[in-house]
């Protein structure tokens, strides 16, 4: 069992190797064992480093405390459920984490392909056998979750030691998210190499028509929810472990996660232009390949330490890996495209700047102008020190001042874009679909401005909001209402026909409410408030409409931690509303203080309390509490863009009921003919938007 | 002739010093109690403000020294550099000097990592126009590509060929299949 990790480890890294070489190989001499061969080998990449994965969980179970990585992260008082954890805790769990889910993705995209797209299949099981390649090399050669612990015995020789315990799990990882936050962020991380392998894979096989982008849109969607979640929960996770009373703090790591995620975003859209009209498909192709670059900056800004973060893993050399990884990244895509660039030549051109190409255009922009910032505020402290050697800090300040305004005019777009329509859009159809949702957003400003709504972005972020919503429902409405009077049936059913006929739309308008929830959440913001105060038992706090009376101080005691807890009553307008019990914790074996935040969560505000410890003046217990209206709507937001994400994957009803998937020729064999002209013309004018 | 003062004057004279000690007094109490816990308080709130344009130099966070509040160690929320970095903050503004010079005097002790945000000169001025500029250049280079296509799209509109309305359908019905995937 010793070695069977290991081994395993290393067999997946030479299965790897052997599916690059067949598969180009294969793709040379056009033989279709060596295709197949590689294509095995690809996917037994993924049954190897499952065995992996399960050989370190059990070292975690079984307390095997003479692997230094078992021994670095887990004790025997863990919870069962954060021994499970205890295998992203550091970096080379982490990375193994990374290479099994992209192993998964790999394992499924050809699994799933294995009868389909012969000609470019191939290009796809390289490219994916090569990311893979990259990331086995790592586990196996540079940070080894399999490292023993060796000491000295009486007669000076060196042997496998054990120690009687571990030294515990981090404790800021001692929390429910973060058993599913870092696996969700790498699943949307590792996700985004599925497209980048069709997308290099088309391109260089020059693989005809947009049949790459239907293949690649739902794990681009997929990837992208799962990006969209990890980062809300890691969020929220910061919300309610850091006991700072904020859930973003445009941490480098943090950037690194947004930068992926805005680039997704706006493939997601400009795919359609390629889809529909033919068009960007320069744009198209680099969006992905820029997407699957910054996901591996991200990964090397989070474990080379070159620019400082909360998050970031120890320094180590594993930085100059994923710079050398990445150069050779920009080289192949730059080379490829350079080579078949001339594949890449519009079928259409913009007829009207009014028109849905020209929003998505522009969404493209202002999502390209947004991740721009947030790299250049990330990355200029380095680049400052690289030119003119002066060390600086880039904080949150600068990313609110610039990208807030981005922020709202995106939401703006959010609007506009789907009321526009293909080609070209008349002023009155624009009157007709504006004067509402515009009437309505405005109402709801002058109705804030009455009520003392001084904050201007917070204004035109509710203005907007207010404007996008109602677009969203008048969307679904005028459908509806054609589907209910044709057919007879009620509105509520209509609605269900029209969003099950073209899941892909109407899930994409949930995603956009969902989106819209999220952002009136943040407009929250400039009306927090927060109090800190010493407190005796008896003693009160006043916050907002809240009094808190201290009730009591207590401690309590278990085998992983030892807790001072606070015992707080709650009241409003005199009436006792609920306790809390905000709590501070000293886990004993990695001697750290933790704080437990207790959080009362309502659609309009949340009351945030922090036992911030005793005071090292008086000795005296400190409370602060913090007011934090509509977070709520973050997260809720967050789970209304995961269900119109899930609503966008399904297929249409039309086309579930009369679409069967056709055989084709197995991977390896040659397809007869490309497809035609007419083919690709057809499904440039029709599609399932 | 000079008066001597009558008892009545003295009277006088010992009610007027009465009330002046009286007014003194509580002028003095009415500046300690009232008036300089309001001058404290808005010394307080100038340096709450001026400590989040200063990072706190712990090493272990990317927060002002205001906002920090670090988990972990012997107490939670501000640790204790970002609580030297406040209350020397919190001097300097006692001592009524200015915001520049407050920060001067960090820059000195730490360098200009100490800010939190770049100030605008001489190539930190990049880190603020760029974001700018870039979008900008950006919404420039895809006018004049809109530009481009539309010439192109008339051009094409006026010369090329229409497509036959049975060629469409014979292609539509070919590839419908492949939405599906």
Known sequence: MDILGSFSLLLAFLAAVYAICAGVAGIVTRKTLLAKSARNAGMAVFVLVTLVVACLEYYFFTDNFSMAYVAAHSNRSLPFYYKFAALWAGQEGSLLLWTWLLSTYAFFAIFINRNRHPELMPYVGVVLAGVQTFFLTLNNFVASPFALLAGADPSGVMRVSALADGHGLNPLLQYPEMVIHPPMLYLGYTGFTVPFAFALGALLGRYPGEKWIHITRRWTMIAWCFQSVGILLGAHWAYAVLGWGGYWAWDPVENASLLPWITGTAFLHSVMMQEKRGMMKVWNIWLVFTTFMLCILGTLLTRSGIVSSVHAFAQSSIGNWFVGFLALIVIVCFASYWKNRDYLRSDNQLDSLVSRESSFLFNNLILLAACFAVLWGTLFPVLSEWVVGNKISVGPPFFNKVNIPIALFLLLLTGVGPLLAWRKTSFDALKRNFAWPLAGGLAAGIVALVFGFRDIYSLICLILGVFVTLTVFSEFYRGARVIAARDGSNLVSAVGELTMRNTRRYGGYVVHFGMVLIFIGIAGVPFNKDIQKEMAIGQTLTIGPYSILCQNFDRVTNGNYDSERATLEVFRNGKSEMMLYPERRFFLASQVTETMVAVQSSSLRDLYIVYAGRSPENGQPVIHAYLNPLVKWIWFGGIVVVLGTGLALLPNRRAALVLRPVTEPAWGDRLPARVSPAGAIARRGEGND | ?181
């Not at chain 2, 970095?85 to 990592?113: H, K």
Request: aromatic letters at 8%; one cysteine or more; glycine letters at 6%.
């Open chain 2, 1 to 181: 002739m000079i008066r001597r003062p009558t008892s009545q004057d003295r009277y006088l004279r010992a009610r007027v010093r009465f009330f002046l000690l009286a007014f003194a007094t509580l002028t003095f109490v009415l500046h300690s109690v009232v008036i300089s816990p309001a001058l404290y308080a808005q010394q307080t709130e100038r340096g709450r403000e001026l400590g989040k344009r200063v990072k706190c130099m712990c090493g272990g966070c990317n927060d002002s020294a205001t906002a920090c509040n670090h988990t972990g160690g012997s107490f939670s929320g501000p640790c204790e550099t970002a609580k030297g970095m406040q209350s020397e903050i919190n001097e300097r503004v006692t001592r009524n000097e200015s915001d520049d010079l407050t920060l001067q005097a960090f820059v000195q002790e730490y360098g200009p990592t100490v800010l939190i945000v770049p100030p605008a000169k001489g190539f930190n001025i990049a880190a603020w126009v760029a974001p700018i500029v870039m979008p900008l250049l950006a919404i420039i280079l895809v006018w004049v590509v809109v530009r481009r296509w539309r010439n192109k799209a008339a051009l094409a509109t006026a010369s090329g060929p229409a497509i036959p309305a049975e060629f469409l359908a014979r292609a539509r019905r070919e590839t419908g299949r492949d939405y599906d995937e």
